[in-house]
T-cell receptor, first 115, second 115 residues
Framework: DAGVIQSPRHEVTEMGQEVTLRCKPISGHDYLFWYRQTMMRGLELLIYFNNNVPIDDSGMPEDRFSAKMPNASFSNLKIQPSEPRDSAVYFC?????????????FGEGSRLTVL | AQSVAQPEDQVNVAEGNPLTVKCTYSVSGNPYLFWYVQYPNRGLQFLLKYITGDNLVKGSYGFEAEFNKSQTSFHLKKPSALVSDSALYFCAVRSPWDQGGKLIFGQGTELSVKP
């Protein structure tokens, strides 16, 4: 299996621009998570989906952030408009209820820099 | 509410010496506990997990962790550290009542192994 695939790996944009981060989970996994990692705040859960349905979006920082999962093999996280404080590494992870403890499998991350 | 604490931001160990990375948790019920490792510019990799049973669990790369219910701890250990073990280590917890597999992560501990 190719694992969780994220794109782009790096994104540099200017304040005010729209940013779209993409994720392809492991085939057969029914949970998908978006995390954000910063030095100051560590790893924060933004939102997660079960069978393509958002379950908990309480970690989404503001209305500027949105996430969708139109099908079982794709999710995107959008920031519009972007701000410098959104600069972080964004991780996608997937899991399956079939796994005994539900361990997460992470992608390599998308490093976002907003100038 | 679930929480995880990693009391040390950094742990320094000489190669060949034993290492311990500390983790304490707070969760209702019997927890599911995890350790992940993150190498520079990479995603998090699953190391090991505790669900139930033997308090000492073994994982990848020679790591093990000891679950201590009375102290609500799940410390990561390795008998003989390698320079290549240098990385960022995260402890995580999940409530068994949470079907969603949502993990709560600690702030991370930077492990540095010197030759």
């Amino acid at each position: 299996d190719a694992g969780v695939i994220q794109s782009p790996r790096h994104e540099v944009t200017e304040m005010g621009q729209e940013v779209t981060l993409r994720c392809k989970p492991i085939s057969g996994h029914d949970y998908l998570f978006w995390y954000r990692q910063t030095m100051m705040r560590g790893l924060e859960l933004l939102i997660y989906f079960n069978n393509n349905v958002p379950i908990d979006d309480s970690g989404m920082p503001e209305d500027r952030f949105s996430a969708k999962m139109p099908n079982a093999s794709f999710s995107n996280l959008k920031i519009q408009p972007s701000e410098p404080r959104d600069s972080a590494v964004y991780f996608c992870a997937s899991s399956s209820v079939g796994l005994a403890a539900g361990e997460l499998f992470f992608g390599e991350g998308s490093r976002l820099t907003v100038l | 509410a679930q929480s995880v604490a990693q009391p040390e931001d950094q742990v320094n160990v000489a190669e060949g010496n034993p290492l311990t990375v500390k983790c304490t948790y707070s969760v209702s019920g019997n927890p599911y506990l995890f350790w992940y490792v993150q190498y520079p510019n990479r995603g998090l990799q699953f190391l090991l997990k505790y669900i139930t049973g033997d308090n000492l669990v073994k994982g990848s790369y020679g790591f093990e962790a000891e679950f201590n219910k009375s102290q609500t701890s799940f410390h990561l250990k390795k008998p003989s550290a390698l320079v290549s073990d240098s990385a960022l280590y995260f402890c995580a917890v999940r409530s068994p009542w949470d079907q969603g597999g949502k993990l709560i992560f600690g702030q991370g501990t930077e492990l540095s192994v010197k030759p």
